[in-house]
């Protein structure tokens, strides 16, 4: 529990506004983005090829969460701008089922950004560039159909986590002085192996474990925890699942190929100048292949310039 790190993204998003307030005078044709975090490596791009803004033409702030980013655009819409100035906010969804209707805010369709990284899609175009596997070849469908198949065994076993959690957040929006911390909890530590041929857990994830993972965590019942359950069974579970464990399940497959290409025995030959290394940085090793939904196109081409 850290309600210290709430408050402080609060302040960060404060700080984002008043510098904003203070650059906009003298960069009036510019377009300024409010982001969570390191978004903006996945961002950038996108803003480059959709609004017509060139980088040099972004002024973009660490808002420090999504707090911060709702708190200064709050901030901005209170203080309107005398001169119109082109601004963006863009957060994550993560479990929070609410939909910010605000033309100036793009929030993400999936938990967080994270998740257009690990789509079938994505990491057909990762297979197929990073490892130079053409699309026709048995190696390629193989190996896509095994992502498939582990994403989905991966899926079946961490759905009681992200329900549990999906719980825990929405009793944390009515008793804010709790707050579990995720940002130092790595999902693999629950799994012996996490590989593109093998999915085995340590044990079962379930109640008591979760239990004795976050001791302070609050206490739900467990049928509110099943009709999340069939929530997301109802759904694309790697999209609403959080996005940093996806991330991380995906890491875990592409060093796995990795290995495996060297070893031999998976694919039909060795294939040669395989240098990805998802292991520094994936947000920005891997923007080129994440998706880019038809959400974020519309929202980005409003900025148009003409």
């Keep these: 529990m850290d309600i210290q790190k709430v408050k402080d993204a609060r302040n960060k998003g404060v700080v984002a506004f008043s510098r904003y307030c203070q650059e906009k005078k003298k960069y009036q044709d510019y377009l300024f983005c409010f982001f969570e975090g390191e978004d903006v490596k996945y961002y950038?791009?996108?803003?480059?090829?959709?609004?017509?803004?060139e980088y040099?033409?972004?002024?973009?702030?660490?808002c420090g969460g999504k707090k911060g980013?709702?708190?200064?655009?709050?901030?901005?819409?209170?203080?309107?701008?005398?001169?119109f100035v082109a601004k963006a906010f863009f957060i994550d969804s993560d479990y929070d089922t609410t939909k910010y209707n605000n033309?100036?805010?793009?929030?993400?369709?999936?938990?967080?950004?994270?998740?257009?990284?690990?789509?079938?899609?994505?990491?057909?175009?990762?297979?197929?560039?990073?490892?130079g596997i053409n699309t026709t070849e048995k190696d390629f469908l193989k190996c896509c159909s095994d992502y498939s198949k582990r994403q989905q065994e991966f899926h079946d076993k961490t759905i009681y986590i992200n329900s549990w959690l999906a719980c825990?957040?929405?009793?944390?929006?009515?008793?804010?002085?709790?707050?579990?911390?995720l940002s130092?909890?790595?999902?693999s530590k629950l799994f012996l192996e996490l590989s593109i041929d093998s999915i085995i857990c340590?044990?079962?994830?379930?109640?008591?474990?979760?239990?004795?993972?976050?001791?302070?965590?609050?206490?739900?019942?467990?049928?509110?925890?099943?009709e999340k359950m069939n929530y997301f069974k109802s759904g694309n579970m790697g999209q609403w699942f959080r996005g940093k464990f996806e991330v991380e399940f995906l890491k875990k497959i592409i060093?796995?190929?990795?290995?495996?290409?060297?070893?031999?025995?998976?694919?039909?030959?060795?294939?040669?100048?395989?240098?990805?290394?998802?292991?520094v940085n994936i947000l920005s090793t891997m923007q080129d292949y994440a998706d880019t939904p038809q959400s974020l196109i519309d929202f980005l081409k409003q900025y148009q310039v003409a």
């Design 184 to 187: 130092g909890f790595k999902i």
């Design 56 to 62: 040099n033409k972004i002024i973009h702030y660490n």
């Design 202 to 226: 340590k044990e079962e994830i379930n109640r008591e474990k979760l239990k004795e993972l976050f001791p302070d965590s609050i206490n739900i019942e467990e049928s509110d925890i099943e």
């Design 69 to 83: 980013v709702l708190k200064a655009l709050n901030l901005v819409e209170k203080n309107r701008d005398e001169i």
């Design 103 to 131: 033309d100036l805010l793009y929030q993400t369709p999936c938990y967080s950004i994270e998740n257009f990284y690990t789509s079938k899609e994505a990491f057909s175009k990762m297979l197929n560039r990073e490892f």
């Design 44 to 53: 950038s791009p996108r803003i480059e090829k959709y609004s017509g803004y």
């Design 168 to 181: 825990q957040r929405l009793q944390e929006e009515t008793v804010e002085s709790l707050r579990i911390v």
């Design 255 to 279: 060093d796995s190929l990795k290995m495996k290409n060297k070893t031999g025995g998976y694919f039909s030959q060795k294939y040669t100048s395989v240098h990805i290394d998802p292991n």
